[in-house]
T-cell receptor
């Protein structure tokens, strides 16, 4: 079974600064997807960024980028130029690339609560 | 395009009762997954439905069940409620069951069991 670990329960960043959220995972599969989801206090889970394991290039979405280290099974999220609206719970998630059975199941980490201060 | 909707948003029940939660996926999405979110256990996968068939089930007791209708709307039912069932229940829809599609989440139903 796959596991996802987020070792930082809480993080704080000043507005306009950069913060990195950590995530490690464990799997025996070679093909999979990794995601970062954001859950603001309103509770709606939003996809921030995704990474396909077979792609060596790190994914980037505007101010959000990842550092994907497949051998180390590490998948960190970097938020640049932090904004007050970035304050939320951030979840790292894993999904198998197998096309049958558990393909759509997301396995989540425990989350990191990000505070953004002025 | 309207997002995933879940009803009701909030629900209070007492132990021993049963409850039914509803999820309407994004139009055209045929796969619906359910997750339970609690402070202690985090986000846990309950089950997934695709074309009215349960494709995948998480490690939950048989008191948790679900179904999907021909219009892709899904319901989940919890019978004989326990205090530990208090949670935020999230529904997510996907255009096609499989690996190349993003899951879009609804706002959740907050269930409180007294």
């Amino acid at each position: 079974a796959q596991t996802v670990t987020q070792s930082q329960p809480e993080m704080s960043v000043q507005e306009a600064e950069t913060v990195t959220l950590s995530c490690t995972y464990d799997t025996s599969e070679s093909d999979y997807y990794l995601f970062w989801y954001k859950q603001p206090p309103s509770r709606q889970m939003i996809l921030v960024i995704r990474q396909e394991a077979y792609k060596q290039q790190n994914a980037t979405e505007n101010r959000f980028s990842v550092n994907f280290q497949k051998a180390a099974k590490s998948f960190s999220l970097k938020i640049s130029d932090s904004q007050l609206g970035d304050a939320a719970m951030y979840f790292c998630a894993y999904r198998s690339a197998v096309t049958t059975g558990t393909a759509s199941k997301l396995t989540f980490g425990t989350g990191t609560r990000l505070q953004v201060t002025l | 395009k309207a997002g995933v909707t879940q009803t009701p948003r909030y629900l209070i029940k007492t132990r021993g009762q049963q409850v039914t939660l509803s999820c309407s996926p994004i139009s055209g999405h045929r796969s619906v997954s359910w997750y339970q979110q609690t402070p202690g256990q985090g986000l846990q996968f309950l089950f997934e439905y695709f074309s009215e068939t349960q494709r995948n089930k998480g490690n939950f007791p048989g008191r948790f069940s679900g179904r999907q209708f021909s219009n892709s709307r899904s319901e989940m039912n919890v019978s004989t409620l326990e205090l530990g069932d208090s949670a935020l229940y999230l529904c997510a829809s996907t255009y096609l069951a499989g690996v190349h599609n993003e899951q879009f989440f609804g706002p959740g139903t907050r269930l409180t069991v007294l």
